[in-house]
Each structure stands twice: as structure tokens, then as C-alpha cells.
């Protein structure tokens, strides 16, 4: 059974900083490349970062670049993201996903950016 759970959304004041963890099991997940979207009340659903599948090439929305970054750990079969200097646009369900022809998603978790 294919499984992508995140962890580690919350409530953060903006300037803070949070880690999001997908873990993942039931594929090969050295040869997915992974990424995280977000979506926003309102908006569509926008690609926020993306690492290949062995980690050496990663792509950033212009929004957060300079501010994230996507690792991944294949030993661990686990995509990260590290957020800082976050600020209220950020504020969004974050999704973990992973492509390979075909694609998983997870069922998401939520950042919330506010004083």
C-alpha cells in the first residue's frame, strides 16, 4: 500500500522557521522525484520545491527560493522541506508528492503563518 504522510505543519509567527517531513512506503522511492506543492483558501495548487530522485537537482517556485529547501533521504525513504523566514502568503496546505510516470500524493498538512 502506497503511503506519503507529512508532518510538521503548524502555527508559526512570520520570520519563524518550520521542517516538513513526508515519509513514505509501498514504492521504490529512490526512483520517484519528489516534490512539495501548497494550496492556499482560494487559490490552486502551485509547486513550491523538487529534488530529483537521488537529490542532486532540486527546483524552487520564485516565491520561496533564497527562503526553502527540499532534502531528501533515500536510507530513509523521507522528502523534507525547511522553511524559513516565512511570512503570511506562505500560509497554505503543504502536499507531498511523488512522480515517476505515474504519481502519489499525501493527504497534506497545514502551515499557518501568523501573529
Known amino acids: 500500500q502506497v503511503q506519503l504522510v507529512e508532518s510538521g505543519g503548524g502555527l508559526v509567527q512570520p520570520g519563524g522557521s518550520l521542517r516538513l517531513s513526508c515519509a513514505a512506503s509501498?514504492?521504490?522511492?529512490?526512483?520517484?522525484?519528489m516534490n512539495w506543492y501548497r494550496q492556499a483558501p482560494g487559490k490552486e495548487r502551485e509547486l513550491v520545491a523538487g529534488i530529483s530522485s537521488y537529490g542532486g537537482v532540486t527546483d524552487y517556485a520564485d516565491s520561496v527560493k533564497g527562503r526553502f529547501t527540499i532534502s531528501r533521504d533515500n536510507a530513509k525513504n523521507t522528502v523534507y522541506l525547511q522553511m524559513n523566514s516565512l511570512k503570511p502568503e506562505d500560509t497554505a496546505v503543504y502536499y507531498c508528492n511523488a512522480r515517476w510516470g505515474i504519481e502519489y500524493w499525501g493527504q497534506g498538512t497545514q502551515v499557518t503563518v501568523s501573529s
Open positions: 509501498g514504492f521504490s522511492f529512490r526512483n520517484y522525484a
